[in-house]
């Protein structure tokens, strides 16, 4: 083992579009565990679209990450090292341990993952946080009943592409819209869509239209702005919007607002905006449904990776700007 942790701060709080030098890479020395923990040796590491609200100073559901500190982020790894009776050595855990390669942890934030059961990396996606997103949030929420139409922003990506999955297994039509012709491709080829607009095509409100004849009874939201406008106009009597993301809104310092909110009222509509760390006490049933899904190849999924933590701003840029087809990881080692 090399003796150097390699680390990426926050140097900046951006003020629109994030930027490299937003971020610092850093070495450290390996720590070593005092009596009740364990070092854990990061495999790979999850870049979300939430990390860009974290590096913001203004209030979240969550902490801000504070100038000089360690970015946060769900990692997979390998306990190397354990001064806890909980923990072996060899065992494979996941855990917001951080954009780092080496981290201590008391083992109470550790979970024990199987990856005999689904790769590794699964449980960073379609098993993970993601996947999570997508089964609470469009089962829970959403309310799926067959024969509806869910439509899915983002949907090419690591929560939008599940979401469309799962829609289809319960009996609906999952109509996705993503950026651009190839990525739209894939949703209907790879993820088994109906069909998926390209919401840069210039015509989304009649190509949702056609995708969507009978109109919308679920849209699973995680863009906002013009789509998030358009779909409201297409909206069914009663439909339901898991409020998931505003992707589209995160660099933008003056947010776009919702001009025709008044057909939310006119159409009755439930929208529920939901942060996925609130359903973790009762996860278990879903992490075993989604990797059962995964092991009957029910539900595909597609990872883009970067090559090393040194790549890990650039990707994270990337990701935010959509160059990423599924979820968007990096391999620590
Ligand atoms: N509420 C929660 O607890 C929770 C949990 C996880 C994720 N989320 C939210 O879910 C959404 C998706 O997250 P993810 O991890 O699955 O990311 P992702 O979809 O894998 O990656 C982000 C995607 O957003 C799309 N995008 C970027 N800018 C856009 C714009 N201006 N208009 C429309 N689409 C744009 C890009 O796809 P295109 O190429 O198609 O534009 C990009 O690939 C995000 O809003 C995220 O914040 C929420």
């Known amino acids: 083992m090399s003796n150097k942790n390699v680390q990426v701060t926050l140097a900046n709080r951006p003020t629109g579009w994030v930027q490299e030098s937003d971020f610092k890479i850093v070495e450290t020395d390996i720590p070593k565990p005092a009596a009740g ?6 495999l790979y590491l999850s870049l979300d679209p939430y990390m860009r609200g974290r590096m913001n100073a203004g209030p979240s559901y969550a902490a801000n990450v504070a100038i000089g500190d360690v970015m946060v982020g769900r990692t997979v790894g390998e306990v190397v090292e354990s001064s806890n009776s909980n923990f072996t050595a060899g065992e494979t855990v996941a855990a917001y341990l951080g954009w780092q390669q080496y981290a201590l942890s008391g083992g109470a934030d550790l979970q024990k993952v199987d990856a005999k059961a689904v790769p590794l990396t699964a449980y960073l996606g379609a098993v ?22 869910v439509v899915v922003s983002a949907a090419a990506g690591a929560v939008g592409s599940i979401v469309g999955q799962i829609a289809k297994l319960k009996g609906c039509r999952a109509v996705g819209i993503a950026g651009g012709k190839a990525k739209c491709d894939l949703v209907v080829s790879e993820f088994g869509f109906d069909a998926c607009v390209d919401y840069k095509g210039g015509n989304l409100a009649k190509d949702l239209r056609a995708a969507a004849p009978k ?44 001009d025709n909110f008044v057909m939310l009222l ?30 009957e190849g029910k539900i595909k999924y597609r990872e883009t990776i970067a090559n090393s933590l040194e790549d890990a701003p650039r990707a994270f840029i990337g990701m935010l700007k959509g160059e990423n087809i599924g979820k968007q990881l990096v391999k620590l080692f």
Not at 37 to 42: D, S
Not at 236 to 254: M, T, V
């Open 37 to 42: 923990q364990v070092l854990v040796k990061n």
């Open 128 to 149: 993970g946080m993601p996947g999570l997103t997508a089964w609470w949030g469009l089962l829970d929420i959403g309310a799926p009943k067959a024969g509806e139409t």
């Open 215 to 258: 109109g919308i009874d679920i849209y699973f939201e995680n863009v906002g702005g013009i789509v998030l406008e358009t779909v409201v106009m297409q909206l069914n009597p009663f439909a339901r919007i898991p409020f998931c993301g505003l992707i589209s809104q995160y660099n933008e310092p003056r947010p776009h607002g919702l």
């Open 266 to 295: 006119m159409n009755r509509v439930k929208l529920q905006g939901f942060i996925i760390s609130d359903y973790a006490p009762r996860s278990a049933p879903a992490i075993a449904e989604l990797a059962g899904w995964v092991r």
